[in-house]
């Protein structure tokens, strides 16, 4: 059996790796981007069905019938349910309109959904303990 010599190869391997490297980097960065972009699109579709229902006599119920209405068409679009949507949407405005720095943090870096998660349990919910640690 062959064992691994713990070498890197090649200055031709290394130069690949590198080159690999940049390219993964560089979709992570459009990724990121796009990810911030989808967010603040989906914040202002429930600004939209905010602005929809205000003034209804039922606003909670005109709100959700609104909301339902643009989750239905983005759902289309995204490929995922409504309900899917509008809990995206839901997010999206918890991370938009109250504490734009963290969208405008996020575009340019690297995050994960996981951590855009966790942005939305730390800034949404500040101080959450669980377990006796905060939520991160």
């Known amino acids: 059996m062959d064992e691994y010599s713990g070498s890197m190869g090649s200055d031709a391997d290394v130069a ?3 080159s690999i ?3 993964v980097e560089a979709a992570v960065v459009l990724l990121t981007a796009a990810q911030v972009a989808e967010v603040r699109a989906l914040a202002a ?3 939209l069905a905010a602005r929809q229902a205000a003034g209804s006599p039922a606003a ?3 709100h959700d019938m609104a909301l339902r209405s643009v989750a239905a068409e ?3 679009v995204l490929r995922v349910t409504d309900r899917t949507v509008q809990s995206r949407i839901d997010e999206a405005r918890d991370l938009v309109v109250l504490p734009t720095d963290v969208v405008d943090a996020v575009d340019g ?3 994960s959904d996981a951590g855009v998660g966790s942005m939305v ?16």
């Open 45 to 47: 579709a429930g600004q």
């Open 16 to 18: 690949a790796l590198v």
């Open 121 to 136: 349990i730390v800034v949404v919910q500040p101080g959450v303990v669980a377990g006796g640690s905060l939520l991160v």
């Open 60 to 62: 909670v119920r005109a």
């Open 74 to 76: 983005l759902g289309g």
């Open 109 to 111: 870096c690297s995050a």
């Open 21 to 23: 490297v940049g390219e």
